[in-house]
């Protein structure tokens, strides 16, 4: 009679539900880690007009637009904010060569009828300034390019990160800490807070047996609205504390 080992009679199939959960379980956190860099480089960073004119004059603006404020881009907290262009916006945007966006409140542009005339051959105030932005605004720099990259990049880490996520809390064995949907609206949550939570109480740390009234849908509401608003303060008030280099937005 020939013998056949335990490991060469499992099904495929069950090798595979072994596999994943393992797989996900050191593959998001490390996806997280590549991402949260890249998305933390990227994101617009509050600034002034005198840091915008000693940009100019080192040769370190690539990029210039005139905005009248932000598009947050939804819920999806992968989604990188974007600004809205407005020719006449009071919201100065610019991308310097190592590939950030900074941002100020400026003056009105130079064809404001309130300046007067433009003086071409000065350039001191926001004729001046104007002038050198408008020709920086008709070019395709590689630092702008370097942004966008930097930025794919950090949306293709955040796709995989959600997709992967997803697909094991609804095609993967129900969860044992709290229903799909309670995780659902967990992993909403900014920065990908929730997705984090669900890996740890899920895939590391999982109670050996389904939770007794275990969290639900509505449940999962709550936690995102709370913990939402709490992560939101949070950051508010590192930005005053150690300032918008550090904790941009």
Do not use: C, K
């Given at each position: ?150 930025r794919d990049a950090a949306s293709l880490l955040a796709g995989v990160l959600t997709v992967l996520w ?59 609205i709370l913990a939402g608003v709490g992560i939101s303060l949070l950051v508010s008030v590192a930005r ?10």
């Amino acid at each position: 009679m020939v013998e056949v080992s335990p490991s060469r009679s499992r099904p495929f199939g069950g090798r595979w539900r072994e596999i994943v959960p393992v797989a996900l379980r050191w593959g998001l956190p490390v996806l997280w880690v590549l991402w949260a860099p890249l998305a933390w480089w990227v994101e617009p960073r509050e600034s002034t007009e005198a840091h915008l004119d000693r940009d100019l004059a080192t040769g370190q603006v690539v990029a210039f637009h005139r905005a009248n404020g932000w598009d947050d881009g939804g819920a999806y907290w992968g989604s990188r904010p974007r600004s809205r262009y407005a020719p006449d916006g009071g919201l100065l945007v610019w991308s310097v060569r190592n590939g950030q966006t900074r941002y100020a409140f400026g003056a009105p542009p130079a064809s404001d009828p309130y300046l007067g005339e433009p003086d071409p051959s000065s350039s001191a105030g926001p004729r001046g300034r104007d002038a050198q932005l408008a020709a920086i605004s008709e070019t395709t720099p590689a630092g702008d390019v370097t942004l966008h990259r930097i930025r794919d990049a950090a949306s293709l880490l955040a796709g995989v990160l959600t997709v992967l996520w997803l697909g094991r809390l609804i095609g993967g064995a129900p969860p044992l800490a709290g229903t799909r949907w309670f995780w659902f609206w967990v992993g909403l949550l900014p920065f990908g807070v929730g997705v984090l939570a669900w890996t740890y109480r899920e895939l590391w740390r999982p109670p050996p047996v389904p939770v007794l009234g275990r969290g639900s849908g509505w449940r999962g509401v709550g936690w995102l609205i709370l913990a939402g608003v709490g992560i939101s303060l949070l950051v508010s008030v590192a930005r005053i504390v150690v300032g918008t280099t550090v904790v941009p937005g």
